[in-house]
């Protein structure tokens, strides 16, 4: 009998489906040939220090560091019965398919409960791009062998590993210095949480140390020939700051009485052409930061709908992704998915209709491809009239970052007019589109920088005239660093390199794409906005500042 160990029940009745499984039996699903079972996530879990020894329920300082020297893992209480279940199939099974998550955290999940049940037989693994049944079909007649995957279980044991070594140790030396003091609650360390939340208290100690200046700006209206144009005052570097700006308002007046009424010249008008390429289609965090600008959506709430969209609508691929690029062979199956686009929503008729299947963007690159491609539409068709209105907006945010890859790139006429007068020098620039392209599928937010530069400038050359018609000083004041949104957030763990000196962290921590993954940044930010809004409760509550009584057991999470 082959035995597919999966994730979660719902993954289970998917593969089942397609398997021709239909017999339901007590934590599995049984077919003549194959049973199906499942995990409900991570059935076993790390050991606490007082289950190495009893001696270590008492936090102390002398008793750190503790490190294992072998691990342990327990059954949670709420998993017996399912880990039960588990051991008395794996005995009647003659072959292992694992099908969980194909992921790190999946890898680790099956088998660990295959090490713990001393499974001895063949492994092989199901990955799984998405849950549609075509994707599920060619994922079956596609099975790769347990070796191939098995490095994963090693890099899922060394991060609980480490997560655990720092958490349990730091929290508990945090915690005991802490009471010395007078503080009598747990200081929970995480391995990632720490770090994340230390950006966000950086952020907001340079915005409460922050004091504002004023600065200067010059804009002048020039009349020209073929029409007129703003454009900005270009001060001196003397006169400036470290951002370029004017901070003399007494030079700024004397500028805008010097130029009033006057004329001047057209020193540089260049206009190139200019090909922007469709934006890659979304990994988990790109996907994150987008949501998180045009609506407010928060990293979990993304997230877990992501989630709904893969496991219950079966409408996009794996969503936990840190890839935003596509291997090669999905080229082939385009037509496939722009015909379940047309499908599922009649509004993307036109767009599939003016889109050339045969295009080669940037994003189809097998040496991009890690673990998992991009988040993408699957080729079956969705009922769309079923999705949330949150639902609906990810996927057409996916579909139209798909759709994007099979038109041309965006084109435009850059100008850049630069003028002199009275020794002053005055700049700007403006975009006019000449090839619509893929823009004409992605939707560009308001707040784009790019589409905030609306003028249309007139046409000149070097040596024109250009009468200054109108000047205006405007006193403007210096603004804070913006606080964190769960999206910029996101991005500054993705490249916390650039807060590290040291030149080997920097590297390790580019390479390894920052703090935390896909998977779980949301949940460190949840994690950390709880710790966050407690310690505000506490300041302003002074009587729940009084000493508590802690479980040791409970003082940090292990997996953060």
Known sequence: MQLYLCEKPSQARDIARVLGIRQKRDGCLQGQEATVTWCFGHLLEMVPPDGYDPAYKRWRLETLPIVPEQWKLAVKKEARQQYTIIQQLLKAAAQVVIATDADREGETIAREV?????????????????????????????????????ALYAAGLGRARADWLVGMNLTRAYTVIGRQTGHDRVLSVGRVQTPTLNLVVQRDAAIERFKPSPYYDIQALFEVKTGQFNAKWCPPKALTDSEGRCTDQTVAQGVVQKIAGRDGTIIRAETTREREAAPLP??????????????????????NTAQALYETHKALTYPRTDCPYLPESQRSEAPQVLSALKQSDAAYSPLVDGAEPQARSRAWNDKKITAHHAIIPTATPTDVSKMSETEQRL????????????????????????????????????????????????????????????????PVTVGDAAHVADATLETKQTQPPPR???????????????????????????????LGTEATRAGIIEANRAKRNDTQRLARDPVRRRPRPVHPAHSVNPVR
Request: aromatic fraction near 8%; charged fraction near 30%; proline fraction near 5%.
């Open 114 to 150: 295959l090490q713990r049940c001393r499974w001895r037989g063949p492994v092989s693994r199901l990955w799984l791009s998405a849950l549609d049944d075509a994707s599920i079909r060619k994922a079956l007649s596609n099975r790769l062998p347990g070796a191939k995957t098995e």
């Open 282 to 303: 979304f990994d988990l965090s790109t996907l994150q930061q987008d949501a998180s600008k045009r609506w407010g959506l928060g990293a979990q709430d993304v997230l």
């Open 395 to 458: 996927y057409d945010l996916v579909c139209r970052r798909y759709l994007a890859q099979f038109y041309p790139p965006y084109e435009y006429g850059k100008t850049v007019i630069e003028a002199r007068v009275g020794g002053e020098r005055f700049l700007t620039a403006g975009n006019v589109p000449r090839i619509e392209g893929w823009r004409r599928v992605v939707t560009q937010r308001k707040t784009d920088p790019k589409e905030r530069e609306a003028q249309t400038l007139p």
């Open 484 to 514: 964190y949104t769960e999206g910029t957030l996101i991005a500054a763990m993705k490249s916390i390199g650039k807060h590290v000196s040291d030149p080997q962290l920097k590297r390790v921590l580019r390479d390894t794409a920052g």
